[in-house]
């Protein structure tokens, strides 16, 4: 350590037996108090190591943003996640992440976007016709947050696969990547399991469900590359990438891309749209104003579009103050490849940096109130003044998620497709908490009764 190093708050989270399984409960809130209580950065032993962990925005900045070069993505994502994807966007780093981004980057233009945009009201519009209405009818409790997940997911294979995809080809889809999702759960939380994992059968399931589910993508590409047709959706566009070389992507490629759009593209939509009917649920003022902000738009028969979206204006202020309380990448970490140094901080190679945008979101340094809701901050006027990387819900720098925009029009179509037809009665007195494993999802789900206005 040099003189002029800063010389961080060191913490072991084990020290404490009693507050431990806490901990590993429920790390964000945890992580988040510790680094109000040193300063916004300080070093923490996870596993066997020590990693930087830090809410605060100019040390973000500097690791996604300034400094980006000197940062790839962890281990974790290195040795277990891209094992269920293959490496692809989300997953490889360097010469080869530079040169899929740069394919696959148009395919999330605006252009883009406005074609794909019909798709996803189409679905929507089904699936309110098929699921919801008879879910209002039926005035049974149900699960909002696995309602949200299909729907998340049924967006993102039609926005991929247009109507290419039938629904038990979906379903073995679904059933791998929640499988896949599990594994990668497991191995991170649990790194002692791995060899119950294999015992139990549960790896040779998730090759079974991989090798069904790879055939069927691989088919409907190879279908797809046959035909001349036009589609407005996700995999044309990933078939006309066109490398710098003139190259295209081969099956692999293709089918890696595929995967890792419905992994970082479906649960993370529905986790946020989760926690949006919550915050409205506490808050009727907000649902009444998001309600009539709607009709006066749109009224009963018109449907948002993509176009429109800007002349709507609040579904989207609720979506983005809901994923400032609860963003569902509650985290984003790195890996640095050198020794760097952030005004007098030491970020050690071999440390990874841990950035928590969960307490990013919530720190007093940056927001006033930070956990009273309050959609008036994401005014167009507010959001000027909020303090760059304090608000970070899709991360940031080179590797900025490629599906933000995306995400966005999803949910506001979802948003207001669904207000302006259903009343969702959130159930008083269940328990809600949070549970963040790669996503902040609702730990016990979120229960509430759906009825027709
Ligand atoms: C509310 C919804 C979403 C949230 C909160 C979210 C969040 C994020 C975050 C924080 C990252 C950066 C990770 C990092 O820097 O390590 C990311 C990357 C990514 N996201 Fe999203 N995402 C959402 C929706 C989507 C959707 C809908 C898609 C695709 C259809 C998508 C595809 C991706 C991909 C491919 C990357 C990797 C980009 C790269 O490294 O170049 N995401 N997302």
């Not at 980006?68 to 997953?91: A, C, P």
């Amino acid at each position: 350590m040099t003189e002029n190093e800063i010389r961080l708050p060191r913490v072991m989270l084990w020290k404490n037996p009693l507050e431990f399984p806490k901990i590993v409960k429920n790390p964000a809130p945890y992580f988040k108090n510790l680094l109000d209580e040193n300063g916004g950065a300080a070093e923490v032993m996870m596993t066997n190591r020590y990693a930087l962990m830090t809410d605060r925005a100019d040390l973000i900045r500097h690791v996604l943003q300034k400094n980006h070069k000197n940062y790839i993505k962890t281990s974790i994502v290195r040795d277990i996640l891209s094992k269920q994807t293959g490496m692809g966007l989300l997953t490889s780093d360097g010469d080869y992440w530079l040169k899929q981004r740069r394919a696959i980057q148009p395919g999330f233009h605006r252009k883009r976007l406005q074609g794909i945009s019909e798709v996803m009201i189409d679905e929507i519009q089904s699936y309110m016709e098929d699921k919801f209405d008879q879910l209002a009818a039926s005035e049974e409790v149900v699960d909002l947050y696995k309602e949200m997940l299909y729907l998340a997911f049924r967006v993102v294979s039609k926005s991929l696969f247009g109507e290419h995809v039938n629904e038990n080809e979906l379903e073995v889809i679904d059933e791998t990547v929640s499988n896949g999702q599990q594994i990668v759960v497991d191995e991170i939380r649990k790194p002692f399991i791995k060899p119950w994992l294999y015992l139990s059968g549960a790896y040779a399931k998730n090759k079974r469900l991989r090798g069904k589910s790879d055939e069927l993508i691989l088919d409907i590409i190879r279908d797809r590359q046959k035909s001349k047709a036009k589609h407005n959706d996700l995999l044309d566009m990933l078939l006309e990438t066109e490398y710098e070389d003139g190259t295209k992507m081969t099956e692999q490629q293709l089918l890696n891309e595929a995967l890792i759009l419905y992994v970082a593209g479906h649960e993370t939509s529905a986790v946020a749209m989760s926690w949006i009917w919550y915050m409205l649920g506490q808050h009727p003022d907000v649902e009444e104003k998001l309600y009539q902000n709607v009709m006066d738009v749109l009224g009963t028969d018109r449907n948002p579009s993509f176009e429109g979206l800007r002349e709507l204006g609040y579904p989207l202020q609720v979506i983005e103050e809901t994923m400032r309380l609860y963003p569902p990448a509650w985290i984003v970490d790195r890996e640095p490849l050198e020794d760097d140094n952030y005004n007098g901080i030491p970020i050690k190679k071999g440390r990874d940096v841990i950035c928590l945008i969960y307490g990013v979101h919530r720190n007093p340094k940056y927001w006033e109130n930070p956990e009273v809701f309050n959609p008036e901050r994401f005014t167009p006027e507010n959001k000027k003044k909020q303090e760059p990387y304090s608000y970070i819900p899709f991360g940031g720098g080179p590797r900025l998620c490629i599906g933000n925009n995306f995400a966005l029009m999803e949910m506001q179509f979802a948003l207001s497709m669904m207000i302006r037809r259903y009343k969702i009665e959130i159930i008083k007195d269940q328990e809600v908490d949070i549970n963040p494993l790669i996503t902040l999802r609702p730990r016990y789900g979120l229960k509430a009764i759906i009825r027709k206005r």
